[in-house]
């Protein structure tokens, strides 16, 4: 009775307490580095005033360090709005054209730098309700991942279907490493990679999927993935269509 039920609350008390230490010795770690990082490089400066080469350089890597700390600052604050339980404030109608169109646009000087194609059909009118700036910010980082995630003259596609009347399915595919099956159900978690000197290489905060997957839960949808391995991946955002406002459904 009563006392079972205590005892269950109490374990579950202690597994998301046990989840919110790790979480805050994983931040701790990751901003220790580029902080690290910046004073070393900020002593080294100090030291090497007279050679303006090396402080041309040595200024390089503190500006690269400085982007990595701002990234992942940036990314906590974001998942710290998605991941709580409140309702999203600010709702509105998102033309997923001009969503598109626009988290491409974020990733064009990346894929530009690696020669990666960047492909999508557009026109589809379809229309759901969200926060604009978060369901941005949840397909930039997909986008983002397939570029960093492949290799340099391949291509990444952004394509919208229809699984049903009341849902569109936004995919995003690449030709790249693609993940193995035994990390496939892991990717989603806060700083989970799947190669970590990888990932710190191409400028990745470990916290892009989840952020990807709070949105669209928060959305009323989900996220997933299919890869395989040296092939590549897609990724698939499924969201609630708005009714009554798309060119496929019944007006109201
Ligand atoms: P990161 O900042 O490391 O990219 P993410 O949360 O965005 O963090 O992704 C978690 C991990 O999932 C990555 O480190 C990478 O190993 C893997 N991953 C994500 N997207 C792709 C992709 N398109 N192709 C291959 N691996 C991917």
């Known amino acids: 009775g009563l006392v079972l039920v205590l005892a269950e609350d109490l374990t579950e008390m202690r597994r998301v307490e046990a989840i919110r230490r790790d979480f805050v010795a994983n931040v701790s770690h990751e901003l220790k580095t580029p902080v690290g990082a910046l004073s070393l490089l900020a002593e080294t400066v100090e030291n090497a005033a007279d050679d303006p080469e090396a402080v041309r350089r040595f200024s390089g890597r503190m500006q690269h360090e400085a982007v990595r700390l701002g990234n992942l600052v940036q990314d906590l604050m974001t998942l710290s709005r998605v991941q709580g339980d409140e309702p999203l404030a600010e709702l509105r109608t998102v033309a997923l054209d001009e969503m598109i169109a626009e988290s491409l646009d974020r990733c064009q000087i990346k894929a530009d730098a690696k020669d990666i194609e960047l492909a999508t059909a557009g026109g589809t009118g379809l229309k759901v309700r969200g926060d604009e700036e978060l369901l941005t910010t949840a397909l930039r980082n997909l986008i983002d991942n397939a ?3 492949s290799p340099d003259h391949t291509r990444v596609a952004v394509a919208t279907h229809l699984p049903d009347p009341d849902h569109v399915e936004i995919t995003v595919t690449d030709q790249g490493i693609g993940i193995p099956a035994a990390d496939l159900e892991r990717i989603f978690e806060r700083f989970y990679r799947v190669d970590p000197a990888r990932s ?32 590549g991946s897609t990724f698939t955002l499924r969201l609630p269509l708005l009714r009554g406002d798309n060119p496929s459904s019944p007006q109201s």
């Open 147 to 149: 570029v960093a995630y």
């Open 200 to 231: 710190r290489q191409t400028g990745g905060t470990g916290l892009g999927l989840a952020i990807v997957k709070h949105v669209t839960t928060k959305h009323g949808g989900e996220v997933t993935v299919w890869s395989k391995e040296g092939s």
